[in-house]
């Protein structure tokens, strides 16, 4: 069975724009979670989607958002980037609660 | 909040040895938790889970001890080796599938 895979893999953008990134669970996991991981903060909880529905939410501006597809997919988005978003983007997957959780190879992006 | 903390940010064990990774925990209510390791340039990888209705979990090589009376995990791995160099991460279920991960323990196995 594949893995849990994002992309795009690495990133780099300018300081104001906006970025998109995609995850891919587990085939048949309906929970896909996303993760900020930078060195000073370490990995934070963005938000939680099942089922289309975004279930959970961090403590994140609301320039991050995010949503799932019907296939499970999920996509996150930043808008107006600032430097400090710089940062492994990871999503997790799996297929219900109290299960074991996934994680992707990670999204690295670097705003400049 | 919630905070889940690594006693120990660095640990060094010599090849073949036990090495025993420990972490904190605040919410008494928290009823699962994950260990992972993590290596350079890779996402976390699930080493292995515990709920709370347990107190010990094994797995090969490894082991969980959860201690609620004291909100208390611990990761043992035995015989370490070089391979098992890695970052170590305790989560800490919240609600759904939000875990609160601690700050990690870098372990460094010595040849």
């Known amino acids: 069975k594949a893995g849990v895979t994002q992309t795009p893999r690495y990133l780099i953008k300018t300081r104001g724009q906006q970025v998109t990134l995609s995850c891919s669970p587990i085939?048949?996991?309906?929970?896909v979670s996303w993760y900020q991981q930078t060195p000073g903060q370490g990995l934070q909880f963005l938000f939680e989607?099942?089922?289309?529905?975004?279930?959970n939410k961090g403590n994140f501006p609301g320039r991050f958002s995010g949503r799932q597809f019907s296939n499970s997919r999920s996509e996150m988005n930043v808008s107006t980037l600032e430097l400090g978003d710089s940062a492994l983007y990871l999503c997790?997957?799996?297929?219900?609660?109290?299960?074991?959780?996934?994680f992707g190879p990670g999204t690295r992006l670097t705003v400049t | 909040g919630e905070s889940v903390g690594l006693h120990l940010p660095t640990l060094s064990v010599q090849e073949g040895d036990n090495s025993i990774i420990n972490c904190a925990y605040s919410n008494s209510a928290s009823d699962y938790f994950i260990w992972y390791k993590q290596e350079s340039g890779k996402g976390p990888q699930f080493i292995i889970d515990i709920r709370s209705n347990m107190d010990k979990r094994q797995g090969q090589r490894v082991t969980v001890l959860l201690n609620k009376t004291v909100k208390h995990l611990s990761l043992q791995i035995a015989a370490t080796q070089p391979g098992d160099s890695a970052v170590y991460f305790c989560a800490e279920k919240l609600t759904g599938n939000q875990f609160y991960f601690g700050t990690g323990t870098s372990l460094t196995v010595i040849p």
């Open positions: 085939s048949g996991h309906r929970s």
């Open positions: 997790a997957s799996s297929n219900s609660v109290n299960r074991e959780q996934y």
């Open positions: 989607y099942f089922s289309e529905t975004q279930r």
